[in-house]
């Protein structure tokens, strides 16, 4: 199996279009229960697609502080089985949570940050012009290999606002974010001010995730949730939802949005 495979099981299924009855050889999204351990003891559970592990990994330990860099990281084997990643870290005396975090493939998972911790206002020069936001979210779905062949997955990308620099997918939305940034870590690409997109919805979670990485702008096909709105703005976060063709909608920091007309007033007060 291709690592592009990775992910993606084999089922049959009954397919009905109105009186006519087809059986299918098809495929369904791979979803697992996998762990990380650190140093020896269990960090953290996901519910999570079994491909690429070490990069979610990586990026989730980069998300959570244990780690800066990958030369932080001494050892990273993935069991046999492919559901568990053993990380040793350079750092010997790193003091684990008294519990093993557990988050889910769909948001609201527990992490050692509480969101109401204020982050710096994400003050960058990093803007977008209408026209990008519809290529690039084009070219997202098109990078969206998993979910063009079996659905049922989350696609997230970062963008340095011409083309696609990584490309993430996995059930859970916030975990594609990790992906991305494990993927950052080991390729050597720069995260900062860069164009978030994803194809799912705009959770608190992950406006957590992309102050973190300093990312000033993200852009969904979807919605965002009330408390990503306020965040956004708390954080001077570029909040786009709804991102269909020509048409979008900016929650937050509007200014970052170049184009020919005018903000409205009350929307310009609320960008801040």
């Given at each position: 199996m291709t690592d592009q495979k990775q992910g993606i099981r084999p089922t049959t299924y009954v397919l009905q279009?109105?009186?006519?009855?087809?059986?299918?050889?098809?495929?369904?999204?791979?979803?697992?229960?996998?762990?990380?351990?650190?140093?020896?003891?269990?960090?953290?559970?996901?519910?999570c697609t079994p491909h690429r592990l070490d990069e979610l990994a990586i990026g989730f330990l980069r998300s959570e502080?244990?780690?800066?860099?990958?030369?932080?990281?001494?050892?990273?084997?993935?069991?046999?089985?492919?559901?568990?990643?053993d990380i040793w870290l350079r750092d010997s005396n790193f003091s684990l949570p008294g519990k093993p975090i557990i988050t889910s493939g769909c948001g609201g998972g527990v992490t050692f940050d509480d969101l109401s911790q204020r982050h710096p206002s994400l003050n960058t020069n990093t803007t977008i012009e209408p026209a990008q936001i519809a290529t690039l979210m084009?070219?997202?779905?098109?990078?969206?290999?998993?979910?063009?062949?079996?659905?049922?997955?989350?696609?997230?990308?970062?963008?340095d606002g011409h083309e696609l620099l990584l490309v993430a997918q996995d059930v859970?939305?916030?975990?594609?974010?990790?992906?991305?940034?494990?993927?950052?870590?080991k390729q050597g690409v720069e995260i900062n001010g860069?164009?978030?997109?994803?194809?799912?919805?705009?959770?608190?979670?992950?406006?957590?995730?992309?102050a973190k990485m300093g990312v000033p702008i993200i852009i969904s096909r979807?919605?965002?949730?009330?408390?990503?709105?306020?965040?956004?703005?708390?954080?001077?976060?570029?909040?786009?939802?709804?991102?269909?063709?020509?048409?979008?909608?900016?929650?937050?920091?509007?200014e970052r949005v170049v184009s020919g007309s005018a903000l409205p007033v009350a929307m310009a007060g609320h960008s801040s």
């Open positions: 279009k109105g009186e006519t009855t087809e059986l299918i050889d098809g495929a369904v999204i791979e979803e697992i229960l996998a762990c990380i351990f650190v140093n020896g003891q269990e960090l953290a559970k996901f519910m502080g244990i780690i800066q860099t990958m030369a932080d990281i001494d050892l990273l084997t993935i069991s046999k089985n492919g559901s568990c990643v084009q070219r997202l779905h098109l990078a969206a290999e998993l979910y063009n062949e079996v659905r049922g997955v989350h696609t997230s990308a970062l963008s859970g939305r916030h975990n594609t974010i990790d992906r991305l940034w494990g993927q950052a870590l860069r164009i978030l997109l994803a194809s799912g919805r705009i959770s608190s979670e992950m406006l957590n995730k992309a979807t919605s965002p949730t009330s408390l990503s709105v306020d965040l956004g703005r708390a954080w001077n976060i570029t909040v786009i939802g709804y991102a269909r063709g020509n048409s979008y909608r900016v929650y937050t920091a509007p």
